[in-house]
């Protein structure tokens, strides 16, 4: 990694969850910043342009469904990678996982929470070099 630290938006209601990440992936060099709503998620990363976006989906307001696919419709977003972190299919006890597509969850990964420290560094970090990269700009 270069001396540029990658920017990486966490948008989450759970304080805790937010405050944890965040140390977390500050312990490995990344800038964070913080927003605890859909809406404030999407004016930040419209403000911010971060390098990349962890995103919660169970979130009053603006969902993280909602919010991905407004990302990926909005010319100042839309080429950042996104990383859905949830615990919706374990909360509502759903018989399926996620899965990243086009139209309906453009996203670039999904992991359930909870989610093991050394997987999320890993997706991460997979995620800004590349190695996980959908590209979701077409469709």
């Known amino acids: 990694m270069n001396d540029t630290k990658m920017k990486v938006l966490i948008v989450d209601d759970d304080t805790e969850f937010v405050e944890a990440t965040a140390t977390l992936l500050e312990t490995k060099s990344y800038e964070v910043i913080k927003a605890y709503n859909g ?8 403000e911010e342009k971060p390098d990349l976006i962890l995103l919660d989906v169970m979130m009053p307001g603006k969902d993280g469904f909602v919010l991905s696919r407004d990302m990926k ?6 080429k950042i990678p996104v990383i859905i972190i949830t615990g919706i299919s374990k909360e509502m006890n759903l018989p399926y996982h996620f899965e990243p597509d086009n139209t309906w969850l453009p996203v670039n990964a999904v992991l359930e929470k909870p989610v093991k420290p050394e997987k999320l560094l890993k997706t991460v970090e997979d995620v800004l070099q590349g190695k996980v990269l959908r590209d979701l700009s077409e469709g």
């Not at 809406?39 to 419209?46: H, L, R, S, V």
């Not at 419709?73 to 839309?78: M, S």
């Open 73 to 78: 419709a909005e010319g100042l977003t839309k």
């Open 39 to 46: 809406e404030e998620g999407f004016q930040k990363a419209k």
